[in-house]
């Protein structure tokens, strides 16, 4: 699969992050997952590493790499540990390239270079109490006023909120009375008006940082919208691409870890005299999950050198975040069955892969608006010919 997708600079960066994710994370990922504590020390070495701004073009202080290095950096962390991983995948994916992607020049000098360095993390404020996956139904909203807009809602669920120093929000904008559409805006988290909730307790990912947000006549600068009134939608689109893929080389990752850990297990634990892969019921099992992980890769890598190329990978991370996530759910349950009794313990770790794995089924959109997107697409795609 390598040679499809990876160059030999993929291969460097995703060795280093192997490196970095078996001698400085997996040490203290157990710990982290007991005390729900942010990975901050893991986080500036990360910003250290320039893995913090991996895609970001280089003029704005990033790696100038691909959305392949990117997705592979993101399956390496999320072997190890998942918090960790979307940590870094929410700072990107989500808080950093909608700037990159419809920011001004101004905005993108701005912002990016702090956040391609790591030096501060960013977050995106979409999903709210009544508009998750319909995400069109977004009810915050961002009424101009002079050169100002004054910003009134709340969002939920939302990663990093608690420890970003960047904001971007999506609102439904209204000018001279008149209702423009959703737009997208970035804004510092300092500004008065923004309230920030207590951090979630979570089933999994609990190292992560995810908070409600509260606007109360927030008011940002005219000029933090990003691109023009009603291109919001667009925009976080787009993200949501980029999301997807990112929360598919997750699961990857978190299939991975769960797999390689049952793997090990079933060649040291012995039953009735030999090794148990040499039964069938577990033997069959390892052979389906290695199967299913790698399908589930080349679908992310797939859909990564798409976005690449700049050809429309919608339907294409739809289909690797469906399957991907619903492949380290399963992995995850068979990695504890794999286990018996010692896979309902934590000293194990692969009841830690399996409640990580859960939310990679719902976030991003859940599973049943993947197989929408995808309908729709595969039906538009015969209405056309």
Request: hydrophobic share 45%; proline share 4%; aromatic share 8%.
């Amino acid at each position: 699969m390598d040679n499809l997708f990876f160059t030999e600079e993929h291969e460097m960066l995703r060795d280093m992050v192997r490196d970095f994710a078996q001698n400085e994370v997996a040490p203290v990922a157990r710990e982290l997952d007991a005390s729900g504590e942010f990975p901050q020390a893991l986080v500036k070495q990360m910003g250290e590493l320039g893995l913090m701004g991996i895609p970001v073009p280089e003029k704005y202080g990033g790696a100038g790499m691909d959305t392949v290095a990117y997705a592979a950096a993101v399956i390496e962390l999320a072997r190890v540990d998942a918090s960790v991983a979307i940590t870094m995948a929410a700072h990107t994916s989500l808080g950093t390239m909608p700037i990159v992607l419809a920011g001004s020049e101004e905005q993108k000098q701005k912002y990016v270079p702090p956040l391609a360095a790591g030096e501060m993390l960013g977050a995106f404020g979409l999903t709210e109490p009544g508009a998750g996956s319909d995400a069109g139904n977004t009810q915050t909203t961002a009424v101009k006023d002079g050169n100002e807009f004054v910003v009134n809602g709340s969002k939920i669920f939302i990663t990093n909120s608690g420890v970003a120093g960047v904001l971007t929000l999506t609102a439904r904008t209204i000018i001279d009375g008149e209702r423009r559409g959703i737009g997208a805006f970035v804004t510092p988290t300092d500004v008065p008006g923004l309230k920030i909730g207590p951090k979630e307790k979570k089933m999994g990912w609990r190292a992560s940082d995810t908070r409600q947000l509260f606007f109360e006549d927030m008011r940002i600068p005219a000029e933090n919208m990003l691109g023009e009134p009603a291109s919001g939608f667009r925009t976080f689109l787009k993200t949501l691409t980029g999301g997807r893929i990112s929360v598919a080389a997750l699961a990857v990752g978190t299939a991975e870890g769960a797999y390689e850990k049952a793997l090990r297990y079933a060649t040291e634990r012995t039953a009735f005299g030999k090794p148990i892969h040499k039964f069938q019921s577990v033997g069959f099992k390892l052979a389906d999950m290695a199967t299913r992980i790698e399908a589930a890769k080349l679908l992310v890598f797939r859909a990564a050198w798409l976005m690449d190329q700049g050809r429309d990978a919608l339907k294409n991370a739809a289909m690797a975040k469906l399957f991907a996530s619903e492949v380290a759910m399963d992995v995850t349950t068979d990695a504890i069955q794999i286990h018996g009794g010692y896979g309902y313990v934590k000293e194990y770790d692969v009841e830690r892969f399996f409640r990580d794995a859960k939310v990679l089924e719902i976030g991003e959109g859940t599973s049943e608006i993947q197989r929408l997107v995808i309908s729709r697409k595969i039906v538009e795609a015969i209405t056309a010919a």
